[in-house]
């Protein structure tokens, strides 16, 4: 196992770690948008609720929900390693910076974008999954089921406030430029390039990147309209 302990301190490691960790990341922003959409429904919140309930009640779900706490507390921990460590091996600044020329913005800055990505995720999670879990949430009754409860009133709460609003749809616009980089970088450290696969990958990337943030921020959006 020491070989094991050595490849994952070494920075081909950590990046690795970063590109699995990533990977499962977009994983879960899949199958959480795909849930979140049913805020778009016309239902009362009874189809959000139903899928609350799924989420918090299902044992191979709450499994993927730690995998999901974990997933973030090592990708956060190790983006902050890997910048220390860039930070580092270039303490010397060249005269003349020409870091444009040679990145794009998204991979100069995504410790930046990183960071505010973090900072919502911490506003978010105790706005709705502490409450969730914790919170004094009324419940409400459906058709042919028990007593559930009423996340619903919670979400369209939050999103009765502009500056969650706002706060929210600059968090994802933030998330789309963290992908953008992200996507394929991870790719590319799991050694998966390919001349006629790569360009594919890159698309897929970038169609990722815009359509998931931007369906993300429909809802607070929608919900902010739907109820002035």
Do not use: C
Not at 141 to 167: C, D, M, R
């Amino acid at each position: 196992m020491n070989w094991l302990s050595q490849t994952l301190a070494s920075s081909l490691g950590k990046k690795l770690i970063m590109a699995l960790t990533g990977l499962f990341l977009i994983l879960f922003l899949t199958g959480h948008l795909i849930g979140n959409l049913q805020l778009l429904k016309d239902d009362g919140g009874q189809a959000f609720n139903e899928y609350a309930k799924f989420m918090t009640t299902t044992p191979i779900v709450k499994i993927l929900s730690y995998l999901t706490y974990i997933s973030i507390i090592l990708h956060v921990i190790y983006s902050l390693i890997l910048t220390i460590n860039n930070l580092k091996s270039r303490p010397i600044k060249y005269a003349v910076n020409r870091q444009s020329e040679n990145s794009v913005w998204t991979s100069r800055n995504m410790g930046i974008l990183g960071t505010l990505i973090l900072i919502f995720l911490v506003i978010h999670l105790r706005s709705f999954w502490y409450e969730m879990h914790f919170g004094s949430i009324p419940t409400i009754a459906y058709e042919g089921g028990g007593q559930i409860k009423n996340l619903y009133l919670i979400v369209v709460e939050a999103f009765s406030h502009l500056w969650y609003v706002i706060l929210y749809v600059v968090s994802m616009v933030a998330l789309a430029f963290h992908l953008t980089h992200g996507f394929q970088s991870a790719f590319q450290t799991l050694g998966l390039r390919h001349l006629k696969y790569t360009p594919l990958i890159k698309i897929a990337g970038l169609l990722f990147a815009i359509l998931v943030p931007a369906l993300f921020a429909l809802q607070p959006v929608y919900l902010y309209l739907k109820n002035l």
